[in-house]
């Protein structure tokens, strides 16, 4: 068994035994990287905002269980069912694996095999993303995760695939990796929800070849006390589609990142988030953190993200487009927004644009604000109580992270439990 990555995290991370030559390798590179950088600190530059100790493997997590009354997400779709609890795979409480077009295995499996389909993307997104910023955690994720999914899809998946994460213990401390490939002309949709565990750590590598779409939601919360910090890698081929929305409500500490590189010509990338954060329940402070990369021609992104934050919560963007030389034609939009419903709460926003090619529309903006009054006193005027016309100005306000959401039925369900959520917070 080989060493922890640093002293504070011996009683937590042991590398897995037993590996195939790819993993071993792959794992050993991403604990030099992650010697070598260390754990973030404020003096960061993308951690200037958040506070990584609650993070830190020098800790011990713990998170009350809490049990909301609510049915789970996505019980009326027909999905396939994954399900970790704590961060261990539940088999149990999950389908069949077996899925047209689908390969689904668990990573401890294939980490194993002396060969395999996922050496090549298995810590090598995650180490492309590393430069030119640093990301201690993901780092740390690729050495030490000993569970998660490894996905190839070859045609177009007949459902979507849901990652269930549940938390049973109140000291858990979690850490999955998940590897996605979709080869060219496939599609496949990820759903993912649950609390997962007192701390959680996950990375995502997604590799979507030339003609591939691959769409993603994701719900966070509800439990109050929770931290996590995650990790989404993408690399896009050629007219390919990635689309990835994040509801995010309650929370200790969430950070989210997202890199994607679009290396092939025509391709999209879409990453939007909502997030309703109360400081009366406890601390709230929520962090998106995108880097996005056009190296080719003619290709799209979109950033969209809305924070509605209240009694002290903490919102966090920090959003950088880089268009590298060659890149011609590229379109790249950036918006982060927050509604601000006291005195007491904070956005914290840092928009960024590089541009090395003369042939392109990149734009970005970032605002904060207050209710709108005349809106609220036009709708009081109808007879709308003061609370409900809060509530439908905050939904509107978020309507365009929402409508980032392709699926109709899914998009509904989101709003419903955004709904739920501001009347319980009246």
Known sequence: MAEPAHQGAQAVLTMPDGQGAWASEARAAARARFDAMGAPTKRDEYWKFTDSAPLSYDTTPHAALFRPGEIPLFTNLDRLKVVFRD???DAEASDDLAMEHVEIHMLAEAAKADLHWAKDIYGVL??????????????????????GVVIRVTGKAPKPISLIYAHDDEDSDAILHHV???????SLTILENGPAAARFNKCMEIDVADGGEFHHIR??????????????????????????FTMTVNGVLTRNECVIELTG?????????AALGDGKTGDFHHDDTVFITHDALNCESRQVFKKVLRNGAVGVF??????KEGAQKTDGYQISQSLLLDDDSQFLAKPELEIYADDVACSHGSTSGAIDEEALFYLRSRGVPEAEAQDLLVLAFLAEA?????????????????????????
Request: charged letters at 30%; aromatic letters at 6%.
């Open 87 to 89: 961060g261990q795979f």
């Open 126 to 147: 995650e180490a492309r993303g590393q430069d030119p910023v640093s990301r201690p955690f993901a780092a740390l994720n690729t050495a030490y995760a000993k569970n």
């Open 318 to 323: 920090q959003g950088k487009i880089l268009v």
């Open 180 to 186: 996605v490939k979709v080869e060219s002309g496939a």
């Open 402 to 426: 929402l409508d980032e959401v392709e699926d109709e039925t899914i998009s509904e369900e989101l709003l419903g439990r955004l709904q739920d959520w501001l009347a319980r917070h009246r």
């Open 219 to 244: 719900a966070q919360g509800r439990d109050h006390e929770r931290r996590a910090v995650t990790h989404m890698f993408a690399r896009l081929g050629t007219e390919s589609v990635y689309k990835s």
């Open 265 to 273: 010509d025509d391709a999209v990338a879409h990453v939007a988030g």
